[in-house]
């Protein structure tokens, strides 16, 4: 079965705002990963954080991770138009493999 | 070269059909990926090759065949596919194999969006 769950399924707010995604996991990971997808194309590698660290930025984008919890967030600040796309969480475990979580649709309005 | 490319974009194919899926990077990544999406899913893996070695088939269907001919290419060979196999397939690579941590940050081509007929 697929390592993460994320909440929400579906995420609408008008630009400027912030938009947070939550996501979950079972298993022991060794780092935590959030890719973004727009409709119909590859996913694109947005942050990685590993399972030793508690929190990581990088530009508009802060992801949390409580391994206690087993749970990740994604928070994108100031959120445009243009980052209207899915999210996706992914774990990777010691076996090299890269699960992907039910991701969050996100729809930013002008 | 910071691209993974994947040929045809669209293929169109009967159940009956053999065709391929083509995937080449250059960026001298040492693992590969197939993944299978669903629309409105998120990616589910099929196969990974870790150094021109299958290291990980997720039980999937021997109507696909996977092949990796040197450590740039990756192929999936197609052979009498169901309609239900209709999906966005995508190709990856990474740096290195498995058990390296953060290794495995994915480089994703475009895809490749089969329709069966």
């Known amino acids: 079965s697929q390592q993460g769950e994320e909440d929400p399924q579906a995420l609408s707010i008008q630009e400027g705002e912030n938009a947070t995604m939550n996501c979950s996991y079972k298993t022991s990971i060794n780092n935590l990963q959030w890719y973004r997808q727009n409709s119909g194309r590859g996913l694109v590698h947005l942050i990685l954080i590993r399972s030793n660290e508690r929190e990581k930025h990088s530009g508009r984008l802060r992801v949390t991770l409580d391994t206690s919890k087993k749970s990740s967030s994604l928070l994108i600040t100031a959120s445009r138009a243009a980052d209207t796309a899915s999210y996706f969480c992914a774990t990777a475990n010691q076996g090299g493999k890269l699960i992907f979580g039910q991701g969050t649709e996100l729809s930013v309005k002008p | ?117």
Not at chain 2, 83 to 111: H, I, K, M, W
């Open chain 2, 1 to 117: 070269d910071t691209e993974v490319t994947q040929t045809p974009k669209h293929l169109v194919m009967g159940m009956t059909n053999k065709k391929s899926l083509k995937c080449e990077q250059h960026m001298g990544h040492r693992a590969m990926y197939w993944y299978k999406q669903k629309a409105k899913k998120p990616p589910e893996l099929m196969f990974v090759y870790s150094y021109e070695k299958l290291s990980i088939n997720e039980s999937v269907p021997s109507r696909f065949s996977p092949e990796c001919p040197n450590s740039s290419l990756l192929n999936l060979h197609l052979h009498a596919l169901q309609p239900e196999d209709s999906a966005l397939y995508l190709c990856a690579s990474s740096q290195g194999g498995r058990g390296r941590t953060g290794a495995n940050v994915l480089t994703f081509g475009a895809g490749s969006r089969l329709t069966v007929l």
